[in-house]
């Protein structure tokens, strides 16, 4: 698991994006997008990319007050289990574009607004090697 403390306030005047690399995934893994770290925090995009349902598929959802609202799902994962890939976030006005190998693979509306995000959190079945956030263009390595 790793927690990271977005530094700076995400704004849109700035390019705001988060680059992960991790090794290999294998189960189920998530990335949130969340304010603080506390037990249960409100979670503006969780990415959960499923590989142990019969059909593998990537559950993203906005945890609110406690409750998660209704999943999105893409039936379809972009990254081959237990292989490199690379995990960009875009914070855009209205939603979040998420990019897997360089390459687009879902937006997220907001569903809250994303000035109090301040933390990244990873957890679950996957290895990270570092994090990247563009504002300021800091590296974290794993
Ligand atoms: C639940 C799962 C949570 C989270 C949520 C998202 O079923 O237990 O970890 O992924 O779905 O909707």
Redesign the pocket.
């Known amino acids: 698991p790793f927690t990271g403390c977005i530094q700076g306030a995400l704004d849109l005047v700035k390019p705001n994006h988060f680059k992960i690399w991790p090794l290999s995934s294998l189960c189920r893994f998530?990335v949130n997008l969340q304010c603080g770290s506390k037990e249960k925090p409100d979670v503006a995009l969780?990415f959960?990319p499923r590989y142990d349902d019969s059909r593998h598929h990537v559950?993203c959802?906005t945890m609110l007050c406690s409750k998660?609202g209704p999943?999105e799902r893409k039936y379809y994962t972009p990254m081959t289990q237990g292989e490199r890939f690379t995990l960009m976030f875009l914070v855009n006005r209205d939603t979040y574009s998420v990019i897997v190998n360089g390459v687009h693979f879902m937006e997220y509306l907001h569903r809250m607004s994303f000035t109090g995000v301040d933390t990244i959190f990873v957890h679950g079945e996957v290895e990270i090697d570092s994090i990247a956030f563009s504002n300021p263009a800091v590296t974290v390595s794993i």
């Open positions: 998530h969780h959960n559950a959802n998660w999943e």
